[in-house]
C-alpha cells in the first residue's frame, strides 16, 4: 500500500466536462465542477481553465475518461506513447469523443510531465459482450481484419449503477439481470448478465442506438446517399448531420436539451411532441428487447441527466411494461429525489434512480494502478 494520493478526475463528454479532484483511498473529495454546453472548439480552453482553477492543490495522479478502447483494452491502463497512439488511431470510431480526450491528456502532460495519467475507457466494461451481441451481420473478415464489431459505450457509467443496484437491492451483482437506461446528451441502453455487460444499444461508434440530443441513433443505412443527394454533400458531410444535427435537435427544431424541447411540446409545438414521444418509445422498445435477451429482469436503473432528473420520461418509458411485471409507482417517480425505488413494492421487478458516477469509477482504477506500479517499482 502506498500514501495518499490525490486523484484529478477529467470526464469529457460530447457536451460537458466535469472534474473532480479526490483524496484517495479515503475518496473526499477536495474540488469539483461541471461546465455544460460547451463547442468543440472550447474544449482546450475549458481544460486549461480547470487546471489554473486548481493550480494550489498538489495533484498526484491524472484520470481520463477515454471513450473509444477497440478491443486493446478491456481495463483502465496507465498512459504511456503507445497507449496514446491507439487512442488517436481510435479516433475515427468516436470522432466527437477522442480528439477531445488526448487533448486533455496533452494539457496533463504538459503540466505535470512526471505524473502518471490513466486512461478509463467507456468500452472496456462492454468487452464481455459475446459475438452474438458484438458482431455485424457484414463478411465476417470485416471482423477479424479491420475490427467492424460493436464496442458499446458509457461503460463506466453502467458499471457504477450496477454495483449500486447490487447494493440497494442487498443482492450480490453475479446473481442479477439488470437493465441500465443511461440517458444523459448521449443515450445508451445496456443488458447486464450477472455481473457483466451482455448486450448493449450503441454500436461500433456512439452514432448508434437510441435517438440521442443531437444523434439519430439507428437509421437504415440506406438513407445516407439519398443524405448526401439532398445536401449534395460527401459520406462525412452525411455522418456530420447524424450527429449533430439529428435527434431531439433534428425533429424538434428546437433544441438538443430535452428541458428545452419538452416546455416547447408543453405549449403546444407539434415537432416538439413528436420528438419527446419518438425519443420515449425508442428506449421502450428496447426494453422489450433485452427483457428477451435476459429472459426476464431483477432490475431496471435509470441514470444520467435525464435519467435521473426527468420523472415524465421514466414514466413514459415504463408504460405498458406491466405484463412484464414491471409497475412503477408514479407519485413516488414524480417526487422522488436522488437515488429511489420507484416501482411500487409488488412490482417484481424493481425500478431504479440511481445518479451516476463515473468518476469515483475513475479515480479508485487510478489509485489501484498507482499502488500497482508503485509495489512493482520498489
Ligand atoms: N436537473 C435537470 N433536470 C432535468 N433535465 C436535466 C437536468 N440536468 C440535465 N438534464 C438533461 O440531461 C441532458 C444532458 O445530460 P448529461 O448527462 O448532463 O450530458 P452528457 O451526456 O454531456 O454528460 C439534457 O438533455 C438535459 O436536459
Ligand atoms: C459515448 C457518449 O455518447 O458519451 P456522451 O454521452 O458523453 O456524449
Ligand atoms: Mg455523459
Keep these: 500500500m502506498i500514501a495518499k494520493q490525490n486523484v484529478l478526475v477529467l470526464n469529457c463528454g460530447s457536451s460537458s466536462v466535469k472534474y473532480k479532484l479526490y483524496e484517495m483511498p479515503e475518496k473526499q473529495i477536495l474540488a469539483q465542477g461541471y461546465l455544460q454546453q460547451i463547442e468543440r472548439d472550447q474544449y482546450e480552453n475549458a481544460i486549461r481553465s480547470i487546471f489554473d482553477s486548481l493550480k494550489d ?49 496533452e494539457i496533463a502532460q504538459s503540466i505535470f510531465p512526471d505524473k502518471m495519467n490513466v486512461a478509463v475507457f467507456d468500452t472496456a466494461f462492454h468487452q464481455s459482450m459475446p459475438p452474438s451481441s458484438f458482431l455485424y451481420a457484414l463478411p465476417y473478415e ?14 463506466t457509467s453502467h458499471r457504477y449503477v ?16 439488470l437493465i441500465s437506461c443511461h440517458i444523459g446528451n448521449g443515450v445508451s441502453i445496456t443488458a447486464i448478465k450477472y455481473g457483466e455487460s451482455f448486450d448493449t444499444s450503441m454500436g461500433m461508434t456512439p452514432l448508434a442506438g437510441l435517438v440521442m440530443g443531437t444523434r439519430s441513433g439507428n437509421i437504415d443505412p440506406g438513407i445516407i446517399p439519398y443524405i448526401e443527394e439532398i445536401e449534395q454533400t460527401n459520406t462525412t458531410g452525411a455522418i456530420e448531420i447524424l450527429n449533430n444535427k439529428s435527434g431531439l435537435m433534428g425533429i424538434s427544431g428546437v433544441s438538443n436539451d430535452l428541458r428545452e424541447v419538452m416546455a416547447k411540446a408543453e405549449e403546444g409545438h407539434y415537432q416538439s411532441q413528436l420528438a419527446l414521444e419518438l425519443y420515449t418509445t425508442i428506449i421502450h422498445k428496447h426494453i422489450g428487447l433485452y427483457l428477451a435477451r435476459l429472459n426476464g429482469v431483477d432490475g431496471i436503473i435509470f441514470t444520467a441527466g435525464v435519467g435521473e432528473n426527468n420523472a415524465v420520461v421514466r414514466e413514459m418509458v415504463c408504460t405498458g411494461l406491466e405484463f412484464a411485471g414491471i409497475i ?10 436522488g437515488e429511489a425505488f ?24 487510478a489509485y489501484e494502478l498507482s499502488c500497482v506500479h508503485f509495489d512493482s517499482s520498489t
Excluded at 481520463?64 to 486493446?72: A, D, F, L, M, S
Excluded at 450496477?162 to 439481470?177: F, I, N, S, V
Excluded at 412503477?328 to 429525489?337: S, V
Design 342 to 365: 420507484i416501482s411500487t413494492p409488488y412490482s417484481m421487478v424493481k425500478v431504479m434512480v440511481i445518479p451516476t458516477d463515473e468518476e469515483i469509477i475513475m479515480a479508485a482504477d
Design 142 to 155: 470485416y471482423y477479424e481484419k479491420y475490427g467492424i464489431r460493436k464496442y458499446g459505450f458509457h461503460g
Design 162 to 177: 450496477m454495483g449500486r443496484a447490487g447494493e440497494l437491492l442487498d443482492r450480490p451483482k453475479e446473481q442479477l439481470r
Design 57 to 105: 492543490f498538489p495533484i498526484d495522479l491524472v484520470a481520463h475518461r477515454v471513450v473509444h478502447g477497440g478491443e486493446t483494452f478491456t481495463k483502465s491502463v496507465r498512459i504511456d506513447e503507445d497507449v496514446k497512439a491507439k487512442i488517436r488511431e481510435l479516433s475515427r470510431y468516436a470522432p466527437l469523443h477522442n480528439p477531445i480526450n488526448l487533448t486533455g491528456i
Design 328 to 337: 412503477l409507482d408514479r407519485e413516488t417517480n414524480r417526487n422522488c429525489k
